[in-house]
Structure formats: C-alpha cells, structure tokens
C-alpha cells in the first residue's frame, strides 16, 4: 500500500488550492456564487472519478481526495462530494459539464437541492435513480450550516433514469469523500487559529504564547495528522477495490469527524467570544463541520459498522 503522492497528483492540488484561494473565499461562502464551481468544472476537477468515454479524466479516488481536502479547507458552498466523488463515476455524460448533483444517500436532509440540476435518488424499488431538479418536489430546512440550503425531498413526480449502479459503493465513496472535506475543514480551522493566536494579545504578550494555547493548538494538530492518513487509505482501498473497503471507509469517516469537531472547539476556545459569533469567518467553517460530522453516518454509526466488519 502506497499513501504517498506523485508530483502531478500534488501539481493537481496546488492548481485546485490556487482556485479557490482566488474564487472561493470567506465572502463568497457566505454569499455563494458559482464562479469557483465553473472553474472547477473547466480544469477537469468535477469530472476525475468520470470515465474518458464521458467526458472526465477517468482516474480514480487517490487524485480526488486531495481535491475534496481543498475543497474543505475553502468550505466549497456547492456539492462537490455528491458531484465529483458519488456521482460522477455512475451517471454517464451530464447534461453541462458544469451541473451539480445532489443526493439523498447522505441521509434525509438534502444539502443543495434546490441549486442542483439533477438529484440522485435511493429508491428502494429501483436501486439509483437520476431525476430532474424540476421532477422533485422540496421542502426548504433550516439547519446551523445556513449556506448549504438543504432540502427535504416531499415527492418525487418523474421517474427518472435508472442507474446500472452499485448503491452501497456509492454511499462509501460519499462517506470517504465527506471524510477528506472534513479534514481540509479542520486544517483551515487550525491555520485560521493559529494565525489568531499570533495577533490576539493579552497582559501585553500575544496569547499565542500562553502553554494552554500551545497545547489546544498541539492537539488539534495531532488529531488531524491522526485523520488524515485514514481519509488516504480509504481512497486507495476504493481505488483498488479492496476487499476490506467498507471497514477503511468507515475508519476514515469517523475519525476525520471526530478530528474535525475536536479542533472546531479548540478552535473556538482559543478564539473566545468572538468565535461564536456570525460575523468571525471561524463560524463559516465550525457550522459546515458540525452539519457534515453527522452527514454520511456519524463517527458513533461507522464504528458500529467498523466492529460488524471485525465480528466483535
């Protein structure tokens, strides 16, 4: 097993970090607009997981996890998980290389359904199922992550196109792929403390400098340098179809959500008050973590599913 990465693998990711430096910063997460996710669509970064015959690069999870990782660290207001990672190897050509895909697969609250052009659907009857946004009926919800504008799906009034479609692989490039965004959240929650912790000044001193800072700080850091070898494993196991996928997943989502909260609130604290507060462009990113650790299972859930795998 190989968790290192080529230099065009990493070229690929600093080229997608550059994007989003420039079209995806905290404004345009608060207000989304869709420059960053057209951008995307026209290097190629939506379409890695999609076969050469539709259109895509036809590689395979080990180039996009380090894309989703910066898509997480920029908190990328659009699906790109459902899109890129769930979507894009089992749906064929899309009707515009820059469509965004929504899914139910993540559980019941849809994020981007209303934005999206079509909705992957689990349809107990007829497996996967791809609709037209306008063949679904949604009723808005109202979560802590307000930029994600998820949905509750009331009816479905067309019936779509039904996929040739393994639906539990599906769930796990989902759930390994909400794992990595999680990882570049708490990275760029870290950075952002760090950099705080720098100026903030207390008795005259930065509090940067304070040993329970330094040890808040040391801890998150480890958390996710503990995760994060986890989401590259995962992507290696589906890129090879391990026979041991499914527990590698698991491992990777719940630990990537456990790591990201845990620097969320270290993060917080570190900030103090002004961390809970909308305005602090911590918020932007401690909200997106709270709403994706619970997306796509729960750590408590795959750790269940880890100890199934194991037999104990």
Same mark, same amino acid.
């Given at each position: $097993?190989?968790?290192?990465? /080529? /230099?065009? !693998?990493?070229?690929?990711?600093?080229?997608?970090?550059?994007?989003?430096?420039?079209?995806?910063?905290?404004?345009?997460?608060?207000?989304?607009?869709?420059?960053?996710?057209?951008?995307?669509?026209? $290097?190629?970064?939506?379409?890695?997981?999609?076969?050469?015959?539709?259109?895509?690069?036809?590689? #395979?999870?080990?180039?996009?996890?380090? %894309?989703?990782?910066?898509?997480?660290? =920029?908190?990328?207001?659009?699906?790109?998980?459902?899109?890129?990672? @769930?979507?894009?190897?089992? %749906?064929?050509?899309?009707?515009?290389?820059?469509? $965004?895909?929504?899914?139910?697969?993540?559980?019941?609250?849809?994020?981007?359904?209303?934005?999206? #052009?079509?909705?992957?659907?689990?349809?107990?009857?007829?497996?996967?199922?791809?609709?037209?946004?306008?063949?679904?009926?949604?009723?808005?919800?109202?979560? %802590?992550?307000?930029?994600?504008? =998820?949905?509750?799906?009331?009816? %479905?009034?067309?019936?779509?196109?039904?996929? #040739?479609?393994?639906?539990?692989?599906?769930?796990?490039?989902?759930?390994?792929?909400?794992?990595?965004?999680? @990882?570049?959240?708490?990275?760029?929650?870290?950075?952002?403390?760090?950099?705080?912790?720098?100026?903030?000044? !207390?008795?005259?001193?930065?509090?940067?400098?304070?040993?329970?800072?330094?040890?808040?700080?040391?801890? +998150?850091?480890?958390?996710?340098?503990?995760?994060?070898?986890? @989401?590259?494993?995962?992507?290696? +196991?589906?890129?090879?179809?391990?026979?041991?996928?499914?527990?590698? @997943?698991?491992?990777?989502?719940?630990?990537?959500? #456990?790591?990201?909260?845990?620097?969320?609130?270290?993060?917080?604290?570190?900030?103090?008050?002004?961390?809970?507060?909308?305005? +602090?462009?911590?918020?932007?990113?401690?909200?997106?973590?709270?709403?994706?650790?619970?997306?796509?299972?729960?750590?408590?859930?795959?750790? /269940?599913?880890?100890?199934?795998?194991?037999?104990?």
């Amino acid at each position: $097993m190989n968790l290192s990465f /080529d /230099d065009d !693998q990493l070229a690929f990711r600093d080229a997608v970090r550059e994007l989003l430096a420039k079209e995806c910063p905290p404004t345009a997460v608060r207000q989304p607009t869709s420059a960053a996710w057209t951008a995307l669509a026209e $290097m190629g970064a939506l379409g890695v997981l999609a076969p050469e015959a539709d259109g895509g690069m036809g590689l #395979d999870e080990r180039w996009l996890v380090l %894309v989703l990782e910066e898509a997480g660290y =920029a908190a990328l207001p659009q699906p790109i998980v459902e899109t890129a990672a @769930v979507a894009a190897p089992i %749906v064929g050509a899309l009707s515009t290389p820059h469509a $965004m895909i929504a899914t139910d697969l993540g559980g019941p609250i849809v994020p981007w359904a209303d934005s999206a #052009d079509e909705l992957l659907l689990s349809d107990p009857d007829r497996g996967l199922v791809l609709v037209p946004r306008a063949g679904v009926e949604l009723e808005p919800v109202h979560t %802590v992550d307000a930029p994600r504008q =998820a949905s509750r799906i009331m009816a %479905v009034r067309d019936e779509g196109r039904v996929l #040739d479609a393994d639906a539990e692989l599906a769930f796990e490039r989902g759930a390994w792929g909400t794992a990595a965004y999680l @990882v570049g959240l708490g990275q760029r929650m870290l950075d952002m403390t760090v950099d705080y912790v720098k100026e903030r000044e !207390q008795f005259g001193v930065p509090i940067g400098s304070f040993q329970a800072i330094k040890h808040h700080l040391a801890n +998150a850091a480890g958390q996710l340098a503990f995760a994060r070898p986890l @989401v590259y494993q995962a992507a290696w +196991a589906l890129a090879v179809d391990d026979p041991d996928r499914s527990r590698h @997943v698991s491992s990777a989502k719940a630990f990537a959500s #456990d790591a990201a909260e845990f620097v969320g609130g270290r993060a917080l604290q570190c900030h103090g008050g002004i961390g809970y507060t909308t305005e +602090a462009d911590l918020h932007l990113f401690l909200t997106r973590t709270w709403a994706l650790a619970r997306s796509w299972g729960g750590a408590p859930w795959h750790r /269940d599913r880890i100890g199934h795998a194991l037999g104990v």
